[in-house]
């Protein structure tokens, strides 16, 4: 079996984040960039993904979709990086925690903000996050420990939380406090985050020259 890792993306989606756990990671791989409704609906990348959006991955004959997923998959498949606590250290607990509250309540305020959703006081309880003020204290919680979340340790639950902050105060989706700019930037500031931006900012611009 191949070992080939290909990272199917669009360079103004979700892919970012996972370009930059690619990065942080360092193995080869190759990228298929692929067009909203166009090629991402085709049979046959349907085949890998049928929901036809990006990311997804595929090592091998493995196929993983979902931002968390993949992030948590590439933390485990190249150990060599540091990106998640080893297999039986209780840290792996509030790992999963900040990885998983990032993929889900936090990213469901965030969009629902965005798009101007509020949800009925009597419907909170259907929602994951409860309402937005909850998800931010949520965040507020996970950041306390710092510099990163499992304390000094990096790892793929603060590429999924620093993207998700990262885009959020960027489309106005949570309020800027210093605590969150703080964490923000000094994600930022490591040198796979900044090549990964480098790549995918490359690949809007001839893109953008061609509308």
């Known amino acids: 079996m191949s070992d080939e890792l290909v990272f199917y993306t669009h360079p103004m989606s979700r892919g970012r984040m996972v370009r930059w756990m690619l990065e942080e990671v360092d193995a080869p791989y190759r990228t298929e960039i692929l067009e909203f409704n166009a090629s991402m609906k085709a049979p046959d990348y349907l085949a890998i993904n ?4 990006v990311p997804t991955i595929r090592h091998g004959d493995t196929v993983v979709t ?27 607990g509030p790992y999963y925690r900040w990885l998983f509250f990032a993929a889900s309540p936090l990213e469901g305020a965030i969009v629902n903000r965005h798009l101007g959703v509020e949800v009925p006081p009597e419907k ?8 937005h003020a909850d998800a931010m204290r949520g965040v507020a919680h996970a950041l306390e420990t710092g510099p990163y979340l499992l304390g000094e ?24 406090t210093p605590q969150i700019e703080a964490y923000v930037g000094r994600l930022m500031a490591r040198p796979a985050s900044k090549r990964a931006r480098e790549i995918d900012d490359a690949l809007v611009r001839p893109s953008a020259a061609a509308q």
Request: glycine share 16%.
């Open 50 to 53: 049928p929901m036809g959006k």
């Open 66 to 92: 979902e931002c968390g997923a993949i992030c948590a998959y590439l933390a485990d498949v190249f150990p060599h990086a540091g990106l998640a606590p080893p297999h039986g250290d209780r840290r792996r």
């Open 124 to 131: 909170k309880m259907m929602v994951g996050y409860g309402e």
């Open 153 to 176: 340790q990096f790892t793929a639950a603060d590429v999924l939380l620093g993207s998700t902050l990262g885009w959020a105060m960027m489309t106005g989706g949570l309020e800027k």
